[in-house]
């Protein structure tokens, strides 16, 4: 996938424009993809290095997808995943100039991690952590991509790299005033949003 640059300055401007999704790199080019939500269970869903992107969108500074009735499935850190959906406090996000998520944890794509439906035998899973969890684990950046319904719809779903893929997006050069907070190991868990769930439960209901 190719990427070009579009400089947005301030959260007025990320509020009015289209929609977005994320994208996962490695620096040694053998990832280079879109990254979809796979439901995993009531109200969650992990990002998995798979076209077609999953869409999200901006709204009161939160970034996540957009269910309808006014609700959001936000992007989230629920245990050592990359996830998005109503079982934790939405992420506080903040990109660079070079449209990286900044963060103080290290990002892996990765298979074999015993996810509740098994994906990740087959597809890799973005997960977070100061060490890879096993040797399939490759370390990627994560980037916020530009969501385009026909770019997407062409963009490859394996994680090979490919230098002759026709399907390009647009890069935002996007921060926040309030940088990605420490988030907890696998063992710590995460902050139930209660509220959320609360709120969302028929909506949650409705993915099972």
């Not at 850190?77 to 990109?95: D, V, W």
């Not at 990002?107 to 969890?133: H, R």
């Not at 684990?137 to 916020?144: F, G, Y």
Request: net charge negative.
């Amino acid at each position: 996938m190719k990427f070009s640059t579009l400089a947005l300055s301030g959260m007025a401007a990320v509020a009015s424009a289209e929609t977005y999704s994320l994208a996962a790199q490695s620096a040694d080019g053998s990832i280079s993809s879109p990254l979809t939500g796979f439901h995993e269970g009531a109200g969650f869903s992990y990002f998995a290095v798979a076209g077609p992107g999953t869409e999200l969108t901006w709204r009161d500074g939160t970034l996540g997808e957009d269910v309808g009735n006014g609700a959001i499935f936000s992007v989230n850190y629920f245990e050592n995943y990359l996830s998005f959906g109503i079982l934790s406090e939405p992420a506080q996000l903040t990109f660079d100039k070079d449209n990286t998520l900044v963060s103080n944890e290290t990002f892996w794509a990765c298979n074999n991690l015993n996810d509740p439906y098994n994906y990740s035998k087959n597809t890799k899973l973005i997960v977070f952590g100061e060490d890879k969890v096993n040797d399939s684990c490759v370390e990627v950046k994560i980037k916020l991509v530009e969501f385009s319904s026909s770019s997407s719809a062409e963009a490859s779903s394996t994680t090979e790299a490919s230098s002759s893929a026709e399907a390009t997006s647009t890069l935002v050069t996007l921060t926040t005033s309030t940088a990605v907070p420490a988030v907890t190991s696998a063992e710590g868990g995460a902050v139930k949003n209660s509220a959320g769930i609360a709120a969302l439960a028929g909506l949650a209901a409705m993915m099972l």
